[in-house]
């Protein structure tokens, strides 16, 4: 991993709580030392149940976890946080398949970082998320978008689909709102990496593209042929609220 990175003033995180689920004892301590120099307050596990122990003892404001892990794997352990939390969550994996992304995103991760990725670049996306969060907590406004058979409800994450409710991870709840919100306008793919996941980076367009297939699966009759989210080719998406 590279090391490189820009320094933070340290004082801006001594309130947030991370939590590094890493079994790779060397990488673990890299990734404490470098958030404790940030000022984070950091907490380790070596595997997914001890993960799982050390967020019921202290509430988290981020979790770094590693896919592979022994007693209990990431995924099993993003499965049972979203069960209590929507805490965010950037998974660190050494894997690039595209079925542990589809996964990943199913499951309600916030990111992911592939082992290569250096301090800098951590530090970005753990910004990023909690930027996010900074920015949800202070949207207090109440609105019910609607377009056809579709509605979404700002404030108490509600999507129905013909009056039946969709059941959607938080980061597909967030990209349906930002979509909804800006009706039959074409939204590049920058500007939807940066409204709903707060972070800019090429890396990340697998991301996208994956949240907005399993997204499409979950509100579309056809999801090949979208009547909602449309994709223009090279540009970027649109949400389109009129039958065609």
């Keep these: 991993m590279n090391h490189t990175a820009t320094e933070r003033p340290a004082s801006q995180n001594q309130s947030i709580k991370v939590l590094i689920a890493e079994d790779d004892a060397a990488l673990r301590q890299l990734l404490s030392v470098s958030l404790k120099h940030d000022g984070y307050q950091v907490y380790t596990a070596k595997n997914g149940q001890e993960a799982m122990e050390r967020f019921a003892e202290q509430a988290m404001d981020v979790i770094l976890l590693d896919v592979a892990m022994p007693v209990m794997d990431g995924f099993d352990v993003c499965t049972e946080l979203r069960k209590k939390s929507d805490v965010p969550i950037i998974f660190i994996t050494?894997?690039?398949r595209i079925d542990d992304l589809v996964l990943?995103?199913?499951?309600?991760?916030?990111?992911?970082?592939?082992k290569s990725f250096s301090i800098q670049e951590l530090r970005a996306r753990i910004q990023a998320v909690l930027r996010r969060m900074r920015q949800s907590a202070h949207h207090h406004e109440h609105h019910v978008l609607s377009a056809?058979?579709?509605s979404l409800d700002t404030k108490n994450m509600v999507v129905t689909l013909r009056s039946e409710p969709v059941t959607l991870t938080p980061t597909e709840f967030r990209l349906l709102s930002y979509l909804m919100q800006n009706p039959d306008r074409l939204l590049t793919k920058l500007e939807v990496q940066t409204a709903v996941w707060a972070y800019e980076s090429s890396d990340d367009v697998n991301f996208i593209r994956v949240t907005i297939r399993r997204l499409r699966s979950k509100i579309e009759d056809?999801?090949?042929?979208?009547?909602?989210?449309?994709?223009?080719?090279?540009?970027?998406?649109?949400?389109s609220t009129t039958l065609s």
Excluded: C, M, W
Aim: proline share 6%; hydrophobic share 35%.
């Design 94 to 96: 050494a894997q690039s």
């Design 104 to 114: 990943g995103i199913e499951l309600g991760a916030d990111s992911y970082l592939r």
């Design 148 to 150: 056809r058979d579709l």
């Design 222 to 239: 056809d999801p090949a042929n979208p009547r909602y989210i449309k994709t223009v080719h090279g540009l970027g998406y649109l949400f």
